[in-house]
């Protein structure tokens, strides 16, 4: 009943309703609400953009860890690696840390050439995501 709740709320016109929405369904990071958390990433809104990418990284990280996938290869969604293209740096530092947590190497050379071209904190962020990888 809670996550009906939250979910209709997920295109709500008033943008604290979506980022509180979006907020809740990244902790929950079940792989039913992958649909959700990519439609979140077309938001409008910078923050619910970075809320539903850090969401989406611990979707695929919890799906890692779990026993039932641990055999099969969990993909990484596509929104996700495309959010390191997002216009606003809150968007690209969230998919930043979400990859480095996930820990897969396929997104090591995006990572490494972010970190050689940006500056400032998407630059910090890239490089602790190399590190973590």
């Not at 910078?46 to 996938?69: C, N, P, W, Y």
Request: charged share 25%; aromatic share 2%; net charge positive.
């Amino acid at each position: 009943m809670a996550l009906s709740f939250i979910t209709s709320k997920v295109r709500d016109p008033q943008e604290h309703i979506r980022i509180a929405a979006y907020n809740a369904l990244a902790d929950i990071a079940s792989r039913d609400l992958v649909p959700l958390l990519e439609d979140g990433c077309l938001d409008s809104s910078v923050l619910v953009r970075a809320k539903a990418v850090e969401g989406l990284g611990r979707t695929v990280d919890r799906g890692r860890q779990s026993k039932q996938t641990r055999q099969s290869s969990q993909a990484i969604p596509a929104s996700l690696k495309r959010a390191l293209d997002d216009a606003a740096p809150t968007v690209r530092i969230a998919a930043l840390n979400a990859l480095g947590d996930v820990k897969d190497s396929s997104v090591l050379d995006r990572i490494t050439r972010i970190a050689r071209t940006e500056e400032g904190a998407v630059h910090v962020f890239a490089l602790a995501a190399l590190v973590k990888l």
